[in-house]
């Protein structure tokens, strides 16, 4: 299993100067390799590929006064990185897709650079990253590193910096609890579960998007292409940063949490019909952040051993979870559901217990023994799923 780790990096003056350099070394690469691939296409015909330009490394060393000092795997993984752009555009030619030719990188579109073996270019040394022709790193280690370290990412992001470890990490199975849950995204609140739990947006979020907002205000009062501007984007850029990152830690609290607690946990697959839901989300939390919710639901489970289950978003809030009446005219403002089953509940609960049921019986019989599991509440898109 493989596992990303990120930390922030603080480089001396010198090492982020060489850095920079690296950066800019990598994006010339790059751009030369791909201007050679078009080239000899348009005027010969001839397709170049990987190996091909893995050859120039050799020659790139040789011949760039800087390049001289950069290990070889960073612009090996140049070449490579610009391989699977090309990849993806064939693959999206074949698919009769909009391809979009891969294109030529400015200073502003280019941003990290790699390696790929650890202890050939670079090494975890005490507290310090050691990075070839670059020296020892202090990084912020704010958690340990798991597994056996694999490659590494130098990123450059609103001025700061970032080492991004890939690790081979061992499952580590949790013991099993009985429970089972679904998990719905809330319209008041972020998350809203069939055990009646109600999970909230943090007080922090709603301030955060405020100050964004002055910030980016501020950014369109400046006069395009002064230094001003530039030192408001830059600003903007860094508390963007921490408030993504900021979600992102709160989120995966969040998907710890579930892990931890349930066997089972059944959610939306939004992708089915997010156009219908989108404006449903615009206020959450979740709005851009359901999918990396999911996404880290989807590796903890895999790592715990837990079962992820997505099932079809259609009705979920319209449907008893009682007795299956749909009803017809529920809008956004009824954030309390009854029926005349007797059944009264909050709808984003009720919602929630509708996805779990939908999770469990969705082969057609009742996978779990729980009293109210056999209420019909399949719909008939859902059978079909
Ligand atoms: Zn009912």
Redesign the pocket.
């Known amino acids: 299993m493989i596992k990303a780790f990120q930390y922030r990096i603080d480089p001396s003056k010198t090492q982020r100067k060489q850095m920079e350099q690296t950066i800019e070394t990598c994006r010339r690469f790059y751009n030369d390799c791909l201007a050679e691939r078009k080239t000899a296409y348009e005027e010969q015909g001839i397709t170049i590929g990987k190996y091909a330009q893995l050859r120039k490394v050799k020659e790139l060393k040789a011949t760039d006064l800087f390049a001289t000092k950069v290990h070889s795997h960073v612009f090996q993984i140049v070449v490579t990185d610009l391989d699977k752009a090309f990849q993806a555009f064939f693959r999206r030619a074949k698919a009769g897709k909009k391809p979009g030719y891969p294109r030529f990188k400015g200073k502003e579109r280019f941003d990290s650079f790699g390696y790929k073996e650890y202890g050939n270019g670079f090494k975890v040394d005490g507290r310090r990253l050691r990075l070839s022709g670059i020296g020892r790193v202090a990084g912020r280690w704010h958690r340990p590193i798991e597994g056996e370290i694999k490659t590494l990412r130098i990123r450059r992001k609103a001025g700061d910096w970032y080492a991004s470890f890939t690790c081979e990490v061992a499952p580590t199975p949790l013991s099993k609890t009985g429970k089972v849950v679904g998990v719905n995204v809330g319209i008041s609140s972020l998350l809203a579960t069939s055990d009646g739990e109600l999970i909230e947006n943090p007080k922090w979020y709603r301030e955060g998007q405020a100050k964004l907002r002055v910030l980016q205000r501020r950014v369109s009062r400046r006069k395009t292409g002064g230094t001003n501007r530039r030192k408001a984007v830059l600003i903007l850029q860094k508390y963007h940063e921490y408030v993504t990152n900021q979600r992102r830690d709160y989120l995966n609290k969040v998907a710890t949490q579930l892990i931890s607690k349930y066997d089972l946990i059944a959610i939306e697959d939004l992708q089915i019909n997010n156009m219908v839901r989108n404006h449903h989300l615009a206020k959450s939390i979740l709005d851009g952040g359901w999918g990396y919710l999911a996404q880290r639901l989807t590796d903890k489970a895999v790592e715990a051993d837990r079962e992820l289950v997505r099932v079809s978003p259609a009705n979920t809030s319209k449907t ?6 749909v009803f017809e005219n529920l809008s956004l403002s009824n954030r309390w559901v009854t ?5 009264s509940l909050n709808r984003d609960v009720n919602a929630a217990i509708n996805i779990l049921k939908r999770a469990i019986t969705r082969d057609g019989q009742s996978r779990w023994d729980l009293p109210w599991a056999d209420t019909p509440c399949v719909s008939k898109e859902t059978a079909a799923l």
Do not use: A
Request: proline share 0%; hydrophobic share 20%; aromatic share 10%.
């Open positions: 008893c979870s009682v007795c299956g009446y029926c005349d089953c007797e059944m």
